[in-house]
């Protein structure tokens, strides 16, 4: 369950990145993939349990830090009974480091993208990488609930620093070059994430949303995938199923209602999406959402 949620927008008011506290009972907990647009950075405040990336399962205890790219499928599936359990999850488009000072923080994408076959999720309470990172983490949240002049650029200056401090301290990520796009193929991908943004419930096509970026639709769905970690599709498909479930949420509508005002033109095609990005039925969603809240 969450608790209050933070958001730092960019200047066409889109969600850049949020901030928020996960608080949720002890207990084992189906394995079930989730898909997101936004990498994800994490710090066990409170708690103990198992965290299971695809094969992987890490044993996680406070103080312990993950990060995923987007599009990682990742699910806690057991959370131990020792002690309450708080996560604190700070979600963010990869786009808030490339689409803004002429890309001047693109590099740090190499902390998704240069990952060795060694890579971790888990960075150890007792690494000394961790001790650094917490406090800037923390800080993070601390700006939010100030709000004082400039905190926007503040936050975005601490998750420059977290990354950085992992780009030089993992060994598990790869020296190889990484080629920045420049300012101009920049320009015109946040150009075409706009007009996703703004129009991903109507009836689209990858040909239309590449003639936005005046680009071609192969070279489109390369350079997107690249620097956001994730094909522009399924971008599509993320946007349109956090729709439906804010929809399911809040709303009383029938699930044809919500498929019809989510973009899908069927409601097989809006079953079958929603399976896939959150791992369980619209159904089942509802139910845990009602276990939840009761």
Same mark, same amino acid.
């Given at each position: 369950?969450?608790?209050?949620?933070?958001?730092?927008?960019?200047?066409?008011?889109?969600?850049?990145?949020?901030?928020?506290?996960?608080?949720?009972?002890?207990?084992?907990?189906?394995?079930?993939?989730?898909?997101?647009?936004?990498?994800?950075?994490?710090?066990?405040?409170?708690?103990?349990?198992?965290?299971?990336?695809?094969?992987?399962?890490?044993?996680?205890?406070?103080?312990?830090?993950?990060?995923?790219?987007?599009?990682?499928?990742?699910?806690?599936?057991?959370?131990?009974?020792?002690?309450?359990?708080?996560?604190?999850?700070?979600?963010?488009?990869?786009?808030?480091?490339?689409?803004?000072?002429?890309?001047?923080?693109?590099?740090?994408?190499?902390?998704?993208?240069?990952?060795?076959?060694? +890579? /971790?999720?888990?960075?150890?309470?007792? #690494?000394?990488?961790?001790?650094?990172?917490?406090?800037? %983490?923390?800080?993070? =949240? !601390?700006?939010?609930?100030?709000?004082?002049?400039?905190?926007?650029?503040?936050?975005?200056?601490?998750?420059?620093?977290?990354?950085?401090?992992?780009?030089?301290?993992?060994?598990?990520?790869?020296?190889?070059?990484?080629?920045?796009?420049?300012?101009?193929?920049?320009?015109?991908?946040?150009?075409?994430?706009?007009?996703?943004?703004?129009?991903?419930?109507?009836?689209?096509?990858?040909?239309?949303?590449?003639?936005?970026?005046?680009?071609?639709?192969?070279? +489109? /769905?390369?350079?997107?995938?690249?620097? #956001?970690?994730?094909?522009?599709?399924?971008?599509?498909? %993320?946007?349109?199923? =956090? !729709?439906?479930?804010?929809?399911?949420?809040?709303?009383?509508?029938?699930?044809?209602?919500?498929?019809?005002?989510?973009?899908?033109?069927?409601?097989?095609?809006?079953?079958?999406?929603?399976?896939?990005?959150?791992?369980?039925?619209?159904?089942?969603?509802?139910?845990?959402?009602?276990?939840?809240?009761?």
């Amino acid at each position: 369950m969450k608790q209050q949620e933070f958001i730092l927008y960019d200047s066409g008011k889109r969600p850049l990145l949020r901030l928020f506290h996960s608080v949720v009972p002890a207990g084992r907990r189906a394995y079930r993939e989730h898909h997101h647009t936004e990498c994800e950075l994490s710090l066990f405040c409170n708690g103990a349990g198992i965290y299971t990336v695809g094969k992987q399962t890490y044993t996680f205890q406070k103080g312990d830090v993950f990060l995923f790219g987007s599009d990682e499928t990742h699910c806690i599936t057991n959370i131990f009974d020792e002690e309450p359990f708080d996560l604190l999850n700070i979600h963010f488009e990869p786009r808030i480091l490339w689409d803004s000072q002429g890309g001047a923080a693109l590099p740090l994408l190499r902390v998704f993208h240069n990952r060795s076959a060694e +890579f /971790s999720n888990q960075i150890h309470r007792e #690494n000394p990488l961790a001790l650094e990172m917490i406090p800037k %983490i923390l800080e993070m =949240e !601390k700006e939010f609930q100030k709000k004082e002049i400039g905190y926007e650029l503040k936050i975005r200056l601490y998750l420059y620093d977290v990354l950085l401090l992992i780009l030089r301290s993992y060994t598990d990520i790869e020296e190889k070059d990484f080629v920045c796009a420049n300012e101009k193929i920049l320009g015109q991908l946040s150009d075409a994430i706009t007009f996703i943004n703004l129009h991903y419930t109507d009836i689209l096509t990858l040909e239309e949303v590449a003639r936005k970026a005046t680009m071609s639709k192969a070279y +489109f /769905s390369t350079i997107f995938k690249k620097y #956001n970690g994730i094909s522009p599709w399924d971008y599509i498909i %993320i946007k349109r199923i =956090e !729709k439906a479930m804010n929809l399911l949420r809040h709303n009383n509508f029938t699930k044809l209602e919500i498929a019809e005002q989510c973009g899908f033109q069927s409601i097989s095609n809006f079953y079958k999406a929603f399976q896939k990005v959150t791992g369980m039925s619209p159904t089942s969603y509802i139910k845990a959402k009602n276990n939840t809240d009761s």
